[in-house]
């Protein structure tokens, strides 16, 4: 088996005898990037729905997307040394994400909240309701942005 | 409610009356490269649990995120227009993925369904089994990488 994509093409190199992937500060950067892009594309799906035509099975697969990037852990993408640095561009991360961690503790609890309640509401198909949790959730995107992530 | 990130930022519009975000082919391609970025990352970290220190938990969020964005529906984001153009960077999908398209189903079948095996086996905590899915998985990556994704 030859894994040509992550070990190659991203030089993810594996410490001997440890579970930590050694990710280069540029690679975490862009990780985690686009862990949030990619969020960012099932919002839209779900805006869509929730102001257009609603179709039950794509709001499922995009709250979804969304629940498993929330758990997926990303907080272990701010390595040190990542708080300046380019990814797929630098970095908005602000230095305060770094200082403030009971705050980064709280918005980043309740965004997880509420993405596991997204996926919930989704898998009723109640339109009206994943509409008031889509309003909740961003809210909770916002919350972060505004502290945490620099304008451009 | 103010949803900033993907009105604003990404420019994301609604058709009237449409459940179709009409989604600018730059955005597209960013956001398909995303997932992807985001997906070999949680290859990264599942490869180095089977060859580390293995950490049931940590294999368990990685193998969601993959399953959660292969279930996702990327396949919308392959939209007529974004066979040339950049996102993140200029987009590597060769001009094959628009014209093979019963291969492009076949690949892209396979890495699903191994992608929704690789969840299910790293819920055992099972990590020799989990090694197994893993070169599976990645195999599948590889197969589309190799039909679909052009060389750097």
Same mark, same amino acid.
């Given at each position: ?9 991203? /030089?993810? /190199? ?5 579970? =930590?992937? !050694? ?7 862009? %990780?985690? !990037? /686009? ?23 794509? =709001?499922? @697969?995009?709250?979804?997307?969304? !629940? ?25 991360? @602000? ?8 705050? =980064? ?5 309740? %965004? ?17 309701? =994943? ?15 505004? /502290? ?5």
């Amino acid at each position: 088996m030859v894994f040509k994509l992550a070990l190659a093409a991203l /030089s993810v /190199s594996l410490a001997a005898g440890s579970a =930590v992937a !050694q990710i280069k500060p540029e690679d975490a950067i862009k %990780f985690r !990037q /686009s862990g949030y892009t990619f969020m960012a594309w099932n919002m839209t799906r779900i805006y869509a729905n929730v102001n257009g035509t609603y179709n039950k099975e794509e =709001v499922i @697969k995009a709250a979804n997307a969304i !629940q498993a990037v929330a758990n997926s852990g990303m907080g272990a993408l701010f390595l040190p040394g990542t708080d300046k640095g380019t990814g797929w561009e630098p970095t908005r991360a @602000k230095a305060e994400f770094w200082t403030e961690r009971e705050k =980064v503790g709280q918005v980043g609890g309740a %965004f997880n909240k509420e993405a596991n309640e997204m996926a919930k509401v989704a898998a009723t198909g109640d339109a009206a309701a =994943v509409k008031e949790q889509f309003g909740r959730l961003a809210k909770t995107c916002d919350n972060c942005h505004d /502290s945490f992530k620099a304008k451009r």
